[in-house]
Structures are given as structure tokens and as C-alpha cells.
């Protein structure tokens, strides 16, 4: 199976702030790599595709990037409604894997 | 809109089986999948399997093969995923998701059911 680690686990941040997050695969996948913000309670949302395909209907503060093993996900400029978990997730083969998370906090 | 409405939350026995039923509208049920993704408490996602609503193809994850068995009731516009031998391990909330052709991006999800297992 694919491995995603994702780094930080947890961040804290201000509303403004520039986030970062980063997802390594434990072998290439190309550029199949999505992802998700899940707030409490809630379903996954999908955020990017393809690794840095913005889906409809989300703000385009979010961006990604990367290919092969490498990516990344942006927040240019969080805001109060962007606190929640984030996680990458392989879409280049079976079984499909995710990050373990990381949970942006308000500072 | 799209839609999937999952059943209600489940308590179960260890050993036993339960069977989620997650119901689709808003979109042409036959040109997707459903993938089935579970949350155990305060934990990451993990992928369950995949089932065409268009085919007879499914893949199920190895991790659950033998216990796992993903349905499609094109009449209802329904997915089901039944888990059997339950161990308290399982709890967890269950998301149904539609997986585009398969590719693995899961662009709805339904609003999860609790699985709980107890003695």
C-alpha cells in the first residue's frame, strides 16, 4: 500500500496567515493527489484534485501543488471558517490512502 | 443538487453484521461509483472498497475482503455496505462518497452513520 505522511500534525495559525501543509507519498503517484478539510462533526469536503485542481464551488485562497512524491496544499489567507482537519488522499492505485491529518487550530 | 443520505446510526453486538444503506439523487445514479470510507473515533480516514453503479465491478480493500460486501440497487438509487464478524475495532463512523468512475476522488459524501460496537 501507498503510505501519505503529512506534515505538520497540528498547526496553529491567525486569521490572515499563509498556511502550508505538505504530503509525501511513500512511492510516485504522479499527480493523483486530493484534498480534503473535514470540520468537526462533519463530512470531508474535497478541496483540490489532481493536485492542484481547485473543485467548484471552493474559495481560491486554497491552492495545491506537486507531482510524484512531493505536495503541497495553501492557504493564502486563512480565515475564521478554514479552522478544521485537513487530509491528502492517493487517487493512483488501490487501496486508496489518506494522511493521517493535520488539524489547523486558531492561534 | 447531489445528495446522499445514509442511514441512521447502528449498535451492535460483537459478531454480528450491520448493513448501511446510502441513497443518492441529484445526479445520473449509472455514470458514477460509490466509494465507502470509515472514521473511527478522533482517527484518519480509511477507504473500504468501491462499487460501480454502472457495472458489475467492485474492489474492496484487502484489509476487509471476506467481511465486506458493497451492493448497488439501481431501481432505488441505492448503495449498500453490509459488514460482517463486527469487532470493537469497527466502531466508527461510515461515509458513503461518489467516486468518480472509479478514479478515487470522492467529490459528495453522505453525512455518515455511527457504527457502534459493544457488548
Known amino acids: 500500500d501507498i503510505q501519505m505522511t503529512q506534515s505538520p500534525s497540528s498547526l496553529s495559525a491567525s486569521v490572515g496567515d499563509r498556511v502550508t501543509i505538505t504530503c509525501r507519498a511513500s512511492?510516485?503517484?504522479?499527480?493523483?493527489l486530493n484534498w480534503y478539510q473535514q470540520k468537526p462533526g462533519k463530512a470531508p469536503n474535497l478541496l483540490i484534485y489532481a493536485a492542484s485542481s481547485l473543485q467548484s464551488g471552493v474559495p481560491s485562497r486554497f491552492s495545491g501543488s506537486g507531482s510524484g512524491t512531493d505536495f503541497t496544499l495553501i492557504i493564502s489567507s486563512l480565515q475564521p471558517e478554514d479552522f478544521a482537519s485537513y487530509y491528502c488522499q492517493q487517487s493512483y492505485t488501490t487501496p486508496r490512502t489518506f494522511g493521517q491529518g493535520t488539524k489547523v487550530e486558531i492561534k | 443538487q447531489v445528495q446522499l443520505v445514509q442511514s441512521g446510526a447502528e449498535v451492535k453486538k460483537p459478531g454480528a453484521s450491520v448493513k448501511v444503506s446510502c441513497k443518492a439523487s441529484g445526479y445520473t445514479f449509472t455514470t458514477f461509483g460509490i466509494s465507502w470510507v470509515r472514521q473511527a473515533p478522533g482517527q484518519g480516514l480509511e477507504w473500504m472498497g468501491w462499487i460501480s453503479a454502472y457495472s458489475d465491478n467492485k474492489n474492496p480493500a484487502q484489509n476487509f475482503q471476506g467481511r465486506v460486501t458493497m451492493t448497488t440497487d439501481t431501481s432505488t438509487r441505492t448503495a449498500y455496505m453490509e459488514l460482517k464478524s463486527l469487532r470493537s475495532d469497527d466502531t466508527a463512523i461510515y461515509y458513503c462518497a461518489r467516486d468518480v468512475k472509479g478514479m478515487g476522488n470522492f467529490d459528495y459524501w453522505g453525512q455518515g452513520t455511527l457504527v457502534t460496537v459493544s457488548s
Open positions: 512511492q510516485g503517484i504522479s499527480s493523483h
